[in-house]
């Protein structure tokens, strides 16, 4: 059983977008460069990155000095945007424990416990930029894109 929170292609794609946002604003970059970077097989990278262009949060354009960039600025992308976007709203909607929609009123034995750590959880992704998760990898990692120490 897994104990990640996002699954394999939502962690791909926060990857991927945070080695974006440390680029040049504006800068393309090919899916086999994101790929050698994060360690991300390619092909399964070219699928996420089309799932994240689809929601409007990428642009791309084809041929030479194309690629992959951030649609808006990093500032203006929050994680729930990229979780929802990849996993969809069901963390936010579902029941805990049944396998049903969760409704306000009524509930699971977890219900009213539920809906204060979902609310918390929406609100903690919401209030985490693209933005801020590079900066705080860039002062981890001196060779992530955008710092002083990157090739």
Known sequence: MSTMLFSRPCLYGIRALTYLAGLPPGKLTGVHEISQHECIPAPFLSKVLLDLRRCHLLRSRRGTGGGFG????????NLLMIVTCLEGDEIFTQCLLEDQPCARLGGCALHEDWLGV???????FEGSTLAQIAESRRLKDPASPGSKGAA
Do not use: G, N, S, V
Not at 118 to 124: I, T
């Open 70 to 77: 951030l649609m808006t600025p990093p500032e203006q992308i």
């Open 118 to 124: 979902r609310d918390r959880l929406a609100r903690f």
